[in-house]
């Protein structure tokens, strides 16, 4: 009668861990799937290696997005746009002044003055929101906080 229990157990024993056997060989198929290696640490070696290069990319992207944004300041962020009419013996608004800006507030304005002899052209440079070089009229300095409110 111990004996036959004794068997009894030894049988469910062994079905417990034949369940768990299958279950180990499935998993570890599935992990070793694709690999032409079957060994198990070659496919670690091969994940630690791969890891390894994931990080490296990951890196330089970091650097590259970090040079990106730096740099993304120096773009024209800023325009500003204002038609006038600065002669009275012309019709409509055929002047125009633009302002093209950076994110720190550098770049230019182009001013166009259209009267019935021709159309002149002027540019300005701009540094920090102020005329580095000649004095802004009050067109210029619209046109510049124009750009200035759209960011």
């Known amino acids: 009668m111990i004996i036959d229990l004794?068997?009894?157990?030894?049988?469910?024993?062994?079905?417990?861990?034949?369940?768990?056997?299958?279950?180990l060989r499935k998993n570890y198929t599935t992990f070793t799937q694709g690999t032409h290696r079957k060994s198990l640490d070659d496919v670690l070696?091969?994940?630690?290696?791969?890891?390894?290069?994931?990080?490296?990319?990951?890196?330089?992207?970091?650097?590259?997005?970090?040079?990106i944004e730096k740099d993304e300041g120096y773009h024209i962020q800023k325009i500003g746009l204002l038609r006038f009419n600065p002669f009275k013996d012309t019709g409509g608004d055929q002047s125009f002044i633009l302002a093209l800006l950076d994110a720190h507030d550098t770049g230019i304005v182009i001013t166009a003055l259209y009267s019935r002899m021709g159309t002149r052209w002027y540019t300005k440079r701009i540094t920090h929101g102020k005329s580095a070089d000649h004095e802004l009229s009050d067109e210029e300095k619209k046109a510049l906080s124009m750009a200035a409110e759209l960011h």
């Open 6 to 23: 004794f068997l009894f157990i030894l049988i469910i024993w062994a079905g417990v861990i034949t369940f768990y056997f299958f279950r």
């Open 45 to 67: 070696s091969n994940l630690v290696q791969g890891e390894q290069h994931i990080k490296e990319d990951i890196a330089k992207l970091a650097a590259r997005c970090d040079r």
